[in-house]
């Protein structure tokens, strides 16, 4: 059984750019949820979807959106790239929302370097 | 403001010898707390998900406990092996439209 593939797994932009990044949940899965992870704040919720519906979001600025398509896969963007944005990005995605006890699987990620 | 706070920050042991990783948390009402284990450079895996009516619940050497009372949960690791040097972060999920809520994790390191 395949596993959540994130692509590209890196990636280098100039501020001001933006980015857009791609997580494939596992089949049958319908919720994907987006983290940033960054040395000094740790693992951070960005937001969740499921049936290509945004269920939740966490405290990030409205540069960061995202979107589900019908086959479930997923993207997430990023505008007006900053620095403070260099982070590895992760996707996870599980059979129902988070709230309930499903297990969430991780990507392996999505190394964003910005300079 | 809900918060999860793991100790200690990082910790060395002895292969062989046991463990336990702390997690304090004030998200209320929760859902459920998951333990995941995270290499250098991968994905977070999923160790256990207890609901706030657990107690204990083990996967292999790891049994993670629950004390809803005083929110607190702990991760027991049992004769540990080399593998098992990584980060261990604790995650809170609350009911309804609330963000989860991470631990900034435990960095443990094996030594042989």
């Known amino acids: 059984k395949a596993g959540v593939t994130q692509t590209p797994r890196y990636l280098i932009k100039t501020r001001g750019q933006q980015v857009t990044l791609s997580c494939s949940p596992i089949?049958?899965?319908?919720?994907v949820s987006w983290y940033q992870q960054t040395p000094g704040q740790g693992l951070q919720f960005l937001f969740e979807y499921f049936s290509e519906t945004q269920r939740n979001k966490g405290n990030f600025p409205g540069r960061f959106s995202g979107r589900q398509f019908s086959n479930s896969r997923s993207e997430m963007n990023v505008s007006t790239l900053e620095l403070g944005d260099s982070a590895l990005y992760l996707c996870?995605?599980?059979?129902?929302?988070?709230?309930?006890?499903?297990?969430?699987?991780f990507g392996q990620g999505t190394r964003l370097t910005v300079v | 403001k809900n918060q999860v706070e793991q100790s200690p920050q990082s910790l060395i042991i002895l292969e062989g010898k046991n463990c336990t990783l702390q997690?304090?948390?004030?998200?209320?009402?929760?859902?459920?707390l998951r333990w995941y284990k995270q290499d250098t450079g991968r994905g977070p895996v999923s160790l256990t998900i207890?609901?706030?009516?657990?107690n204990t619940k083990s996967n292999g050497r790891y049994t993670a406990t629950l004390d809803a009372d005083t929110k607190q949960s702990s991760l027991h690791i049992t004769a540990s092996q080399l593998s098992d040097s990584a980060s261990y972060i604790c995650?809170?999920?609350?009911?309804?439209?609330?963000?989860?809520?991470f631990g900034t994790g435990t960095r443990l390191t094996i030594i042989p």
């Open positions: 207890m609901t706030f009516s657990e």
């Open positions: 997690c304090n948390y004030t998200v209320s009402p929760f859902s459920n």
């Open positions: 089949s049958g899965h319908r919720s």
């Open positions: 996870a995605s599980s059979l129902a929302l988070l709230d309930s006890h499903t297990e969430a699987f």
């Open positions: 995650v809170v999920s609350p009911f309804g439209n609330e963000k989860l809520t």
